[in-house]
């Protein structure tokens, strides 16, 4: 499975978009980009993937750029209740292990 | 309702002993996981199981033995082999698309 870079922290304003980014250089053509959160103390979340297409859910957007190395996790109105430890994956749609690396510490602030 | 079900939540063990955490899912998934969480650290894969009857060691499988006899049941023992037990241990399962992992809620394990 391809490696993934995240920064590993950010501050967001409350109501503001957080804009959460992930760069897979090295992804290969059948592999998705995986998001994951992790709230304190609880279960990761899944939150959103997709291969190379846009994909909007309820809770958030991913735009992935056309030579797919690099995606962009969109929570358009965050809150104070989004501030967690976001992941980005990279993996194949069938089997193999779920790795989850060191992620971003998204802080939202009032 | 469906979802996966770690207990206990929380576990003290004197050094020395075996302990088993318990991990079921009812979701039909094929593929279960370990994981194991150190304070502001982030999650390192023990063992993972992709069908019944099987399973492969992650990165940190040393000192920890699992089971799946069942499709719905991932049990992971800490050994007295394990050096550092004390930890937050996650279980997990998806399905074989990997479409969505699911965890359970955790089992936070001291030992004394």
């Known amino acids: 499975d391809a490696k993934t870079t995240q920064p590993p922290s950010m501050d967001c304003a409350e109501g503001r978009a957080a804009n959460l980014p992930c760069n897979h250089s090295?992804?290969?053509?059948?592999?998705?980009v995986y998001w994951y959160r992790q709230i304190h103390s609880q279960g990761p979340q899944y939150i959103i993937h997709?291969?190379?297409n846009n994909e909007t859910n309820e809770m958030a957007s991913l735009i992935i750029t056309e030579d797919r190395k690099s995606s962009t996790l969109i929570l358009p109105h965050a809150t104070l209740r989004d501030t967690a430890v976001y992941y980005c994956?990279?993996?194949?749609?069938?089997?193999?292990?779920?790795?989850f690396g060191q992620g971003t510490e998204l802080s939202v602030k009032p | 309702d469906g979802g996966i079900t770690q207990s206990p939540k929380y576990l003290f063990r004197k050094e020395g002993q075996n302990v088993t955490l318990s991990c079921e899912q009812n979701?039909?998934?094929?593929?279960m996981y370990w994981y194991r969480q150190d304070p502001g650290q982030g999650l390192r894969l023990i063992y993972y199981?992709?069908?019944?009857?099987?399973?492969q060691k992650g990165d940190i499988a040393e000192g920890y033995s699992v089971s799946r006899e069942k499709k719905e049941s991932f049990p992971l023992t800490v050994t007295s082999a394990q050096k550092n037990p004390t930890a937050f241990y996650l279980c997990?399962?998806?399905?074989?698309?990997?479409?969505?992992?699911?965890f359970g809620q955790g089992t936070r394990l001291t030992v004394v």
């Open positions: 997990a399962s998806e399905d074989r698309w990997n479409t969505e992992a699911f």
């Open positions: 997709g291969l190379k």
């Open positions: 090295t992804i290969s053509g059948n592999e998705y």
């Open positions: 199981s992709q069908i019944v009857n099987d399973f």
């Open positions: 979701l039909n998934h094929d593929a």
């Open positions: 994956i990279v993996r194949g749609n069938q089997g193999g292990k779920l790795i």
